[in-house]
């Protein structure tokens, strides 16, 4: 069973940055998948970014040119770099992980296997 770990939520102002991180303990995270989704109050999860096993990476609409998710160099951690962060933003952002070696694409469909239990993003003034 692959345990996810997200960390680096908080409160930030409009215009302000973030830097999630997906951690997998003892896990190299090199022949998984990983998508990131959020979950506003109310709302559906949706897919938010996704990045591949050969580091090919796709994003929503709402987030292109604001948010990039890359691999770390310590090959158990995935990050989402967010900047320019608007209060549409806010949201419980989780990571997800599918085993996929072969596969050069990414999905931000919600049909991973495995999942981390979400850190909280608020942007207000």
């Known amino acids: 069973q692959l345990q996810l770990v997200e960390s680096g939520g908080g409160l930030v102002q409009p215009g302000g940055s973030l830097r999630l991180s997906c951690a997998a303990p003892?896990?190299?995270?090199?022949?998984?998948?990983i998508g990131w989704f959020r979950q506003a109050p109310g709302k559906e999860r949706e897919g938010v970014s996704c990045?591949?096993?050969?580091?090919?990476?796709d994003y929503a609409e709402a987030v292109k040119g604001r948010f990039r998710t890359q691999r770390g160099s310590a090959k158990n951690t995935v990050y989402l770099q967010m900047n320019s962060l608007k209060p549409e933003d806010t949201a419980v952002y989780y990571c997800?992980?599918?085993?996929?070696?072969?596969?050069?694409?990414?999905?931000?469909?919600?049909?991973?296997?495995?999942w981390g239990n979400g850190t909280q993003v608020t942007v207000s003034s």
């Open positions: 997800a992980a599918n085993w996929n070696p072969r596969s050069p694409i990414c999905t931000m469909l919600p049909t991973y296997a495995y």
């Open positions: 003892g896990v190299i995270l090199d022949n998984y998948a």
């Open positions: 990045i591949s096993v050969t580091r090919g990476t």
